[in-house]
């Protein structure tokens, strides 16, 4: 029986929403519908950029989650949100509520829906330390408060805003060692009750793995799965595959994933397949086909679609300068990583080529998302997190 009323607050929602920290939201909500009833305010838009209203205001249930959308009522120009934030790195406090305003999504209704229904919830739980909906939320100063921060260290953490939106959070919920390990080091997050691992991976049964329709000629090929964009480093995997296939003989492709951003300037190429946004059943039976996943992002707090690689036996190779990346490499002994294009290009034909190394990768990634990722735990951690600070505030 279900003893209590929680509410995540996530800067979009959907089964469209194409974000690793948006989907990692929906799923965790969505498990936790064992233990508790649970609610989503979020806002209507679809994308980041610009985030404009996609779906419609209002309530409706989402595999048994209640969702409330608000309004976006400014979509984000990208150029405004550097001029401001280049003036609050500079000292101008005065600029702070309006940087965070621009970088959205900006949905006053939701923070005011929120502090009139708080004492409804258990607890609180925001996603992202440096949106809108978590940074203004968490200033309302609620006593019952979780942050999973997606956090890794880049500039806009050390603004002054954002530093008070972790000393405001009252527990949180790490996705991995190294985002912990970072957050207590910068902001003393220690001090405060939290939890590490709030994501699972299902172990996909692909007995049937047959290619999607239109794609059953691929065969030989990498996969990239995520956004097409500035922030997650696609253009260097860009880059470095059209020079990998420029230097040697091979019939090996690169299927990409994802949706485009609109900034996004590519370099085409015949051996580089775009296939956009697609099913979560297409994307499983993409990445269980391919000989491996490359994500070369160098920001992350937590990669889902690495783990899910793993969890398909298919290795990964990875960007060195991600340290979250790199130690999921390590502890797994799934995957290699590499720092430029030389080590891209030597790690890239050893997984290809050896094959008992790949094997013995493939074989580990799937012990260590069995290990360390079980859905029973996950919900067993966050739960046990919920009922702390919830005996706190009684």
Partial sequence: MKENKIVFVVQRY????NGGAEYHCRVLAEHLTERYD????????RDYMPWDNHYSAGSYMLNGVTVYRFPVE???DE????????RVNHGDQDAE?????????????????????????KAVIFFGYNFYPAVVGLQLG?????LIPTAHDESNIYKDICRRTFHAAKAFLYNSVEERQFLIDKFDTGTRPGRLTCVGIDLPDVSQAEMPRGYEHCHDYVIYVGRVARGKNFRQLNRYFIQYKREHNTD???????RVDNEEKLAYHDDIIYAGYVSEDDKTLFMKNAKLLIMPSMYESLSLVILESM?????????????????QCIRSNAGLYYSNYTEFERALDYMLTDKEVYSQMAENGVEFVRNNYSWQYVVENVSSLIEEIGKENE
């Fill in 74 to 76: 400014r979509t984000k």
């Fill in 252 to 258: 090996l492709k690169l299927l990409v994933v994802g």
């Fill in 38 to 45: 649970v609610d989503v305010f979020t806002s209507c838009a």
């Fill in 97 to 121: 509520k309006e940087w965070i305003d621009e970088v959205g999504p900006y949905c006053p209704q939701l923070i005011a829906a929120l502090k009139d229904r708080a004492a409804l919830y």
């Fill in 79 to 86: 150029g405004r949100v550097l001029e401001l934030s280049a």
């Fill in 14 to 17: 959907g089964m469209e929403v």
């Fill in 142 to 146: 609620l006593e019952h408060t979780i």
């Fill in 311 to 327: 969890a398909l036996g298919r290795p990964v190779l990875v960007n060195e300068d991600c340290a979250v990346l790199k130690g």
